[in-house]
């Protein structure tokens, strides 16, 4: 498994926008496809997007649409997730994962990523 660390979660209002960040312990973090998802309680956890390891190709959750940017920086060992225009729906708490090697990038199942961080909050309000 590969070391995921999530970063950035926090509590904002319906509009804002939030960073959230996952640092990989691990020298081979470029090697991997990456992804975010979300969970609340009570739901099984969701895709939000993914990249693949170079970074050329990203695939987002129909409910991102344009709001949120996948992004990762591989010199860094450095995964983003730009979210603007938060609303309440995303009101969750999110993860970073590392696919099982020889995955494909668009593959939305979280049964295909194996490595995962231990979450982020973060919380939208009215």
């Known amino acids: 498994q590969v070391p995921l660390v999530e970063s950035g979660g926090g509590l904002v209002q319906a509009g804002d926008s939030l960073r959230l960040s996952c640092a990989a312990s691990t020298r081979t973090f470029s090697s991997y496809n990456m992804g975010w998802f979300r969970q609340t309680p009570g739901k099984e956890r969701e895709f939000v997007a993914a990249?693949?390891?170079?970074?050329?190709?990203?695939y987002n959750a129909d409910f991102v649409k344009s709001r949120f940017t996948i992004s990762r920086d591989n010199a860094k060992n450095r995964l983003y997730l730009q979210m603007n225009s938060l609303e309440p729906e995303d009101t969750a708490v999110y993860y970073c994962a590392a696919q099982i090697p020889g995955g494909s990038t668009s593959d939305r199942d979280s049964n295909q990523y194996n490595s995962w961080g231990q979450g982020t909050q973060v919380t939208v309000s009215s």
């Open positions: 990249i693949s390891w170079r970074g050329s190709m990203t």
